[in-house]
């Protein structure tokens, strides 16, 4: 493994804003929101300090923001940017203009409950109404995983078979505020593993113009949704390639699922963000009691790892589906994946879907032994979204 | 260097100002001349035009996928973004020139951003107020036809009282729209760090004069440009350019121009011609002048346009040799 030159305990935007600082990007254009806000202050004050060459563009909302970015990565640019739950919604439209104009943008999320009622703390609302968008979705644990996937992302976005923008969800607050230990890689060692940008048809380059954003009537559209739709489909590889070469300069190894305590789990847990690490916590602790159990850990949720999942569930006892996010009138999204992918499986496990956290409402070890419980006890009902930590 | 028609012409006999032939606006649309005498003079000042496009009838039918109609840099992201897509480009511009990774690094460019007046006096607004504050080096036009064309006929921020629409139409009950034109220019003026005018298609020499100066000025700039919808405005198809001279005659589209807070009053019109001639040309103020209500809206209007035209000569004597900033 090398040598961990560079051990801070930093806060998670930190962690991102140097992630930023290593990329050194050409333009970012970014709105202060909560709480994604101190990424944009942190690298504000590289760019002021001279420490980046980025030119940075105080936009007047989110919708500029994002709008700026389109047209910075068009021009040729590195860019990227950085928001949260309202500045995603109201970036929306230009999310997936940014996605279907194949721009390789990468936005760091500091994800947090949509409004109404407004609320500034952490669930994934935000992220999941841009689930459909087009955009790669890669969910941080802590702040070491924010940092490298920060930097991955830059790969995977620029990369020839992708050509996609990248979100990099990290929980609000819980990680863009709370302080933890975090393995910076050498600014060179980075710097070189995010390379010099991959520009593809750049609008400055004024000897061969091109024009970008048509009109896309019903003659081709459906061909150009198609070739995204491929697109996505390159990305588990590059995704994978990327992760080798990211373990050979960092020593930490990341695959599309982390995996914890699986291998001879009978019940596995299932959830995005800082809350496995609360679950892992829980798991040694039934681990010693005796139950077989396990978490599991998307870092990707689009594309969604669906045949990895089938392969790791495919015959185990129970499988519990942890959301902080609801789908209204529906099941909730990552219940909804993970469901959809067990019924082509051989064996299928007992499911359950379990709502948790919504608005930063905490989740703590008794509920996730609760729901664990339900399941040991064979209480898993598919048909039934069940509540953790809810006042009924 | 000032230019004139001459050297444009002859420039430009055999070459495409940006915009090709082979668009498919309707025939006598106003706007792709806007478009036109702004790129041809860009390049004939030696820069190379990137032009950004907002949603509207000149973005959809200019670029129907797989084919372009532009043989300059083109980029179109959403309808009330341009002015924040283009401060991106413009923006890109400035880092790979100090990265040295631009790919012409010798090359002048100038950027525009084109829109409607629903882009520019409506939804994008925002965009370009915060553009224009930023103080990006940009040339943002405005083609004014008074309402949403792309979409058919709407009532937009910039349509005049009593013009028929179909969103504000005039019925038995209401005279349609009731409130005068959002005044864009000066709002864009009150940004103070810009050069902003107003130009019209039947004045190409002031239209040429008022780019170059945009492109000479060391920061934005905010073009308004009379740009009738033929279609719209229910005039023939070989009318644009005389209703938009007409409206300068009226005093109804003024051309002057403020950098910095000084205003300039540009074409100096002796005696204004009454506002009803205007209207009276136009098919879209037909069902207006059929109402009882008519002459006290036409009246009002030309309250507005005359003590408008006034106070802008009063401006111009008044700041002279007062620059904002």
């Known amino acids: 493994m090398p040598e961990v030159k560079n051990r801070q305990a930093v806060t998670g935007a930190q962690a991102i804003a140097n992630a930023m600082r290593q990329i050194n990007p050409d333009v970012v254009a970014a709105y202060p929101i909560t709480p994604q806000t101190p990424v944009v202050e942190y690298f504000a004050q590289f760019v002021a300090d001279g420490v980046v060459e980025t030119e940075m563009i105080p936009v007047e909302s989110e919708h500029s923001a994002m709008s700026a970015v389109v047209g910075a990565a068009a021009a040729g640019a590195r860019a990227m940017t950085a928001t949260a739950a309202n500045g995603l919604a109201l970036m929306h439209e230009i999310v997936y203009i940014a996605a279907s104009s194949r721009l390789p943008i990468v936005m760091a999320v500091a994800n947090r409950a949509l409004s109404g009622p407004i609320n500034i703390h952490c669930d994934h609302s935000d992220a999941m109404a841009e689930r459909d968008s087009g955009w790669i979705q890669l969910w941080a644990e802590n702040a070491q995983e924010a940092y490298d996937f920060t930097l991955m992302a830059i790969r995977i976005a620029e990369h020839e078979d992708v050509r996609l923008p990248v979100m990099v969800n990290f929980d609000g607050f819980i990680i863009s505020h709370g302080v933890e230990v975090v393995d910076f890689l050498d600014d060179e060692v980075a710097r070189k593993f995010v390379g010099e940008p991959k520009v593809m048809y750049p609008l400055l380059d004024t000897e061969h113009p091109v024009t970008h954003g048509p009109l896309d009537l019903y003659d081709y559209y459906f061909e150009h949704k198609r070739q995204q739709i491929e697109a996505m489909k390159h990305v588990k590889k590059v995704f994978k390639e990327v992760a080798e070469e990211f373990a050979k300069i960092s020593g930490r190894k990341y695959d599309l699922l982390d995996k914890y305590k699986v291998d001879d789990a009978e019940y596995i847990m299932i959830a995005l963000g800082s809350t496995a690490g609360t679950i892992k916590y829980t798991v040694d602790l039934l681990r010693e009691e005796g139950h077989k159990v396990g978490v599991i850990k998307p870092q990707i949720f689009r594309p969604f790892p669906k045949n990895e999942l089938q392969e790791l569930l495919n015959g185990r006892k129970g499988v519990i589906v942890l959301d902080r996010a609801a789908s209204f009138g529906a099941e909730a999204p990552l219940y909804e994946a993970v469901k959809s992918a067990l019924y082509e499986v051989a064996v299928k496990p007992q499911i359950g879907s379990y709502v948790y956290g919504l608005g930063g409402r905490d989740i703590k070890i008794e509920h996730i032994r609760k729901a664990f419980e339900d399941a040991f006890s064979g209480n898993l009902i598919a048909d039934e979204e069940r509540y953790l930590g809810l006042r009924e | ?325």
């Open chain 2, 1 to 325: 260097m000032a230019l004139n028609i001459m050297q444009l012409a002859t420039m430009f006999a055999d070459k495409h100002p940006g915009i090709t032939s082979g668009h498919r606006l309707c025939p006598g649309c106003a706007a792709p001349n806007v478009a036109k005498f702004a790129l041809m003079t860009a390049e004939a000042l030696g820069y190379t035009p990137v032009v950004g496009f907002s949603t509207g009838c000149m973005e959809v039918s200019t670029t129907i996928y797989p084919y372009t109609a532009w043989n300059v840099p083109y980029i179109h992201n959403a309808f009330e973004n341009v002015a924040a897509t283009v401060s991106g480009v413009e923006t890109a511009y400035r880092a790979l020139l100090k990265k040295g990774r631009l790919v012409d690094p010798n090359k002048k460019y100038a950027f525009f951003a084109f829109g409607g007046d629903g882009g520019t006096y409506d939804i994008g607004l925002q965009a370009l107020s915060g553009a224009v504050e930023r103080g990006h080096k940009f040339i943002y036009i405005v083609y004014d036809n008074e309402g949403y064309m792309n979409t058919g006929n709407q009532r937009s921020g910039a349509t005049p009282p009593g013009s028929q629409t179909t969103t504000q139409p005039v019925g038995k009950k209401l005279s349609g729209k009731i409130q005068l034109k959002k005044n864009i220019v000066e709002i864009m003026a009150a940004h103070e760090n810009v050069y902003v005018a107003t130009v019209s298609t039947s004045e190409p020499m002031d239209f040429f004069k008022k780019i170059e100066k945009a492109l000479n000025f060391d920061g934005p700039s905010f073009i308004a440009a009379m740009s009738p919808c033929v279609r719209f405005w229910r005039v023939n198809d070989d009318k644009a350019v005389e209703i938009s001279k007409l409206a300068v005659e009226t005093g109804y589209w003024p051309l002057y121009e403020v950098e910095r807070g000084v205003y300039r009053v540009t074409k100096k019109v002796k005696e204004l011609k009454p506002v009803r001639e205007f209207i009276e040309k136009q098919g879209r103020f037909r069902p207006l002048l059929k109402r009882p209500d008519a002459d006290e809206i036409i009246n009002e209007l030309q309250e507005y346009v005359t003590s408008r035209w006034e106070r802008l000569l009063a401006l111009e004597e008044a700041t002279k040799d007062k620059p904002i900033r």
